[in-house]
């Protein structure tokens, strides 16, 4: 396994990590058999140098934090870097510490980086949540922040309000077929030094081959609609793949990190882990890289960095609602 340091002086972290928003997660559909799932799958993960798990507490309602918990309360590692996210809705000093000790108390352990899911609602300045995550950093309450989904002007004005402790990533929507961060997040993340955390890197599935939505998260995604039906990237993806002798996914994974992003795929089954883990040490040429770069050239240009902004538009209070009365998601 490969690591490298998140940020300018963050955690060391593995180059491949774990999502755990499936992990009882409603939107997905599975609480049957989750936890022992999760275990095997979380120490065959251990045992090939993946150090790095993401999960947040609107997933599930807290569940997946619960799971991931009570998992690496058995598989206990220092070198374990747990990252968990508040939800967007959170921006006052009280709601941002609450939110951060409930997460603290699922995992059964101080998480050690703690990210803002999507940006506070538009009437709220941003400096109020990066003053809030400082102090839950400087409080002992998480040991490192970062921002999720947070688009290019909301991190430079992030990066503007930060004082004593600088975030070390942002969390976003990064694949083969979702390349808008390239235009302008990613380059200004790349000057500040912040790491690039890639969620959905395989497109809720379609990237290793899925073409029909079995999940709710799956039919509500746009993304994952687009590219379960683009044969010209799917082609790409399976010659290279087929040149390579590795998977769809693996490939897909592989061009991640060859641009310095690190991916946390999902899984449901160890088998899964198993096939991610292959990616690491997959070398891809640079005809392969160009292929890939060709088949998907019509993603980078889709405009500004768009998921969860719509959040934004709506209250505190009734984004809080909506999720509780989800469930979670």
Not at 21 to 33: H, I, K, L, Y
Request: proline share 5%; glycine share 10%; aromatic share 8%.
């Amino acid at each position: 396994m490969r690591y490298k340091i998140l940020g300018r002086g963050g955690p060391r972290v593995s180059v491949l990590g774990l999502g755990l928003w499936q992990a009882g997660s409603r939107m997905w559909s599975w609480r049957r058999g989750v936890e022992e799932s999760v275990r095997r799958a979380l120490g065959y993960a251990i045992t090939y140098g993946i150090n790095f798990f993401d999960t947040a507490e609107i997933y599930g309602a807290g569940y997946s934090e619960k799971v991931l918990g009570r998992v690496l309360g058995d598989l206990w590692d220092a070198d374990l870097v747990i990252a968990s996210k508040l939800a967007g809705y959170r921006w006052t000093m009280g709601s941002l510490r609450r939110g951060v000790e409930g997460i603290n108390r699922r995992l059964g352990r101080t998480v050690d980086l703690i990210q803002h899911h999507w940006p506070p609602p538009a009437y709220v300045g941003v400096c109020r949540v990066i003053r809030g995550l400082e102090r839950i950093v400087k409080d002992g309450l998480a040991h490192y922040y970062g921002l999720s989904n947070y688009p290019p002007k909301l991190v430079e004005k992030a990066l503007e309000c930060s004082r004593s402790v600088e975030p070390v990533s942002n969390q976003i929507q990064y694949s083969l077929a979702y390349r808008a961060p390239e235009a302008s997040l990613i380059p200004i993340m790349r000057e500040a030094g912040l790491s690039v955390i890639a969620w959905s890197p395989l497109a809720k599935g379609a990237l290793a081959g899925v073409t029909r939505a079995r999940a709710m998260a799956q039919r509500m995604d746009p993304t994952f609609r687009r590219a379960s039906r683009d044969q010209v990237l799917l082609g790409a993806l399976r010659r290279v793949a087929e040149r390579r002798r590795a998977t769809m996914a693996q490939v897909a994974l592989a061009w991640l990190m060859h641009r310095g992003a690190i991916p946390i795929p999902g899984f449901r089954r160890v088998d899964r882990v198993k096939e991610y883990v292959g990616a690491v040490d997959l070398v891809l040429t640079a005809s392969d890289l160009d292929e890939l770069e060709r088949a998907s050239a019509r993603y980078v240009n889709r405009g500004v960095y768009t998921p969860l902004q719509g959040m934004r538009l709506l209250p505190g209070v009734i984004q809080m609602l909506m999720i509780k009365m989800m469930g979670g998601i």
